[in-house]
């Protein structure tokens, strides 16, 4: 059977790396998370104080992209992916606030954009993948087999992710964390490069009120549609 590509897009916590883990998993294909990506590189500018509250330095973390190694490991049996940055296991620090709160700007620099893209693609070659991010289905691979665009109203996108940092003991409080969602949004979707938007042939999925199983079966459903499985 020839590979395929499922692209996953949309806005912030809205549930895109949980269907795709599960589908990676139901499938039996990679999963490749595209956030953690542009997290591992605002990771890194931080630890190098590239990035401070009172400077954003864009020519020092051009400079050392090519000092940026990111890979990955995925136990498809369990749905875990793991992240790492120069060969340290960074999943857990790259969900943290304080990379939340810049990775937007980061994510907007043309020259991080471009590293990116190119190794996801890379990535698209070898194998079939479901791949979460803001510009899979128009950037990254326009030919997709099946794109998806997710998104959820606001404050239950909020809570999901206050939920999610509450479960692993982080210090949180709802509206910082609404406020990053809302200001996430207005950069994504008003960036020059990559802009986040629906692709034209993307299928909406709002997931403010519908079950996860609901949206999983919704996905499988549009696979099936399209003879992909
Ligand atoms: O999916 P996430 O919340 O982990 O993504 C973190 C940030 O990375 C998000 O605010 C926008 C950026 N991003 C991007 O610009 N393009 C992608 N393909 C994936 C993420």
Redesign the pocket.
Known sequence: MKNYIIAI?GF??CG??TVAKDLAKKLAIAYV???????SV?LYALKHGFITDCKFDEQAIISSLNDIDITFTYEASTGTNTTFLNGQNVEKE??GIQV?QN??K???IQAV?AK??DY?RNMGQKTSLVM?????GTV?FPNADLKIFMTARDEVRAQRRYDEMKQKGETVDFETILTNVKE?DL??TT?KE?P?RKADDAVLLDNSDITKEEQFDFIINELKKRHII
């Open positions: 897009d912030s916590s895109k790396s998370d595209t956030g953690a990506m542009y997290r605002t790259i969900r939340s990775v937007s980061v994510s907007a954009r990116l893209v996801q979460d991010g803001r510009d899979i990254v996430r950069i994504d960036r990559s986040l």
